[in-house]
């Protein structure tokens, strides 16, 4: 028999907190609500433990990393988000009072402190050392399904990110849903990417999406596509009524219209060009599901109110009016809108009276 083979395994201490992370853990909804039912159940052990700082690095576009403080004294888990580019303050491990551990195969860390003067025992160190190896598993799941929920919804939007969760995975299933049909793109853009160098392109492309999608999320609508430089949006009726539904597409016009202001404004000061551009809203049934080929699917909304919002915003630079409103939306509207007349469209049978913001309304004609 081989030394390796006549060493002993060390047996798990059988504590309710063991338990608890061998068979509960893994179900935690979130890394914050795993540390801080372990932490009860620590403390419930008489263990001298003064706090716990859970640092789980995170897979997002945003935020690069949670660190996630247990308290005694509060028996609570606060939340300190870290995003890119943020710079941290880290205040290293150090003494006989503080235990640090960095999860295998990971690289999320945790931090124990102890209650005491002179630290933990070295049987209590045992312990602690023990509970980091075996919440090790349950940590990397709960961590990895936030990761995926982060990214699903960076990707394809909440809703549709919370379909594909849910089970929504086959191609061709999908639901008709009625909704505020949202498309907008910038003006000569082809222009603008023909003489800009491509890194400011891509600039410009971010720096207007974070005001058209920073316009559009508060107010309960749905980024579901990048077109290029356009974009596709819905404002669900379902779960606000129709009204209600239209008023807030019109919120979200009129704040992402003053987003956009406010970036030209600092763009034209640097001696950037503005970025014009144009938004239609349709209220209409779109097909909201998943389609494509069987191993690379789109969760998108398609139908032909999708079709007619995107034939009503290329009539923008014609009718020079940044914001048009089909009269289906416009009836539904508590707000007064301003007529723009009847108007015919590519593929369109009959014509469609189009509105826009009292606002933006064409002055009378003498």
């Excluded at 009072?97 to 025992?121: C, L, M, N, Q």
């Excluded at 940044?322 to 939306?329: D, H, N, Q, R």
Aim: overall charge neutral; hydrophobic content about 45%.
């Amino acid at each position: 028999m081989s030394d390796r083979e006549s060493v002993p395994t060390p047996a798990l201490p059988a504590t309710a907190a063991i338990y608890w992370l061998l068979h509960e853990a893994a179900d935690s909804s979130a890394p914050g609500i795993l540390l801080g039912e372990l932490c009860k159940r620590l403390a419930a052990e008489a263990l001298p433990l003064r706090s716990a700082l859970l640092k789980v690095a995170n897979l997002d576009p945003l935020v690069a990393a949670s660190r996630l403080l247990w308290q005694r004294d509060s028996g609570r888990v606060i939340e300190e988000v870290v995003l890119h580019g943020m710079p941290v303050m880290e205040n290293p491990a150090e003494g006989t009072g503080v235990i640090r551990i960095v999860f295998p195969g990971s690289r999320h860390e945790i931090e124990w402190t102890a209650d005491k003067s002179d630290g933990f025992s070295f049987q209590q160190r045992l312990y602690l050392e023990a509970i980091s190896l075996v919440m090790a598993a349950p940590l990397q799941v709960v961590a990895g399904r936030d990761a995926t929920r982060s990214l699903l919804r960076a990707y394809l939007g909440r809703r549709s990110a919370d379909e594909v969760l849910g089970g929504t995975v086959r191609r061709g299933i999908g639901e008709m849903i009625e909704a505020v049909i949202w498309i907008s793109d910038l003006r000569d853009f082809t222009l603008l990417s023909e003489t800009l160098p491509p890194e400011e392109v891509i600039v410009a492309l971010n720096d207007s999406c974070a005001r058209l999608v920073g316009a559009i999320h508060p107010f309960g609508g749905e980024v579901l596509k990048f077109i290029g430089d356009g974009l596709l949006a819905i404002f669900p009726l379902a779960a606000r009524g129709t009204e209600a539904a239209c008023a807030a597409a019109l919120s979200a016009v009129r704040a992402a219209r003053q987003g956009m202001a406010r970036l030209d404004e600092q763009r034209v000061r640097t001696g950037l060009p503005p970025l014009p551009f144009g938004i239609a809203l349709h209220l209409g049934a779109v097909m909201y599901g998943n389609i494509g080929a069987p191993d690379r699917l789109d969760f998108t909304a398609i139908g032909p109110a999708v079709n007619l919002t995107s034939r009503i915003e290329g009539l923008c630079r014609r009718l020079g009016c940044p914001v048009l409103i089909s009269e289906a939306t416009a009836n539904q509207c508590t707000e007064r809108l301003a007529p723009i007349g009847r108007h015919s469209m590519r593929g369109i049978r009959q014509a469609v009276t189009l509105f826009t913001l009292p606002e933006l309304a064409p002055p009378p004609k003498e």
